[in-house]
């Protein structure tokens, strides 16, 4: 750069500034993947956690997709989100009344 007549931030603000884009407004988070079978007691044991998360009871033995991020956990199954649930670190369960099917 020392033969030009220009420095680098004239060179950028006349060549590059114009084509940046505004930042997006969610920050980034890093998703995971994983893909397992609802068990028979309408859940997903996510082994990373140690935890079940609950599913509505019609996709038991269906295979779902399960995209978690460090706050929440998407269970997808033919490509239809059927369960959202907010993580947990702790060994457990995360149920919702309305996955559990009716008992006699």
């Not at 702790?90 to 009344?97: F, I, R």
């Amino acid at each position: 750069m020392q033969q030009k007549k220009y420095c680098r931030q004239e060179k950028f603000l006349a060549e590059e500034h114009p084509l940046l884009k505004e930042l997006p407004r969610e920050a980034f988070e890093v998703k995971y993947y994983a893909r397992l079978t609802v068990s028979e007691n309408n859940c997903v044991y996510l082994a990373r956690d140690k935890h079940y998360y609950s599913v509505p009871y019609h996709y038991i033995g269906e295979k779902a997709e399960i995209i978690y991020t460090r706050a929440l956990v998407r269970i997808f199954v033919r490509g239809e989100c059927v369960a959202t649930h907010r993580r947990s670190l702790k060994p457990g369960y995360t149920t919702e009344k309305d996955h559990m099917g009716s008992s006699p």
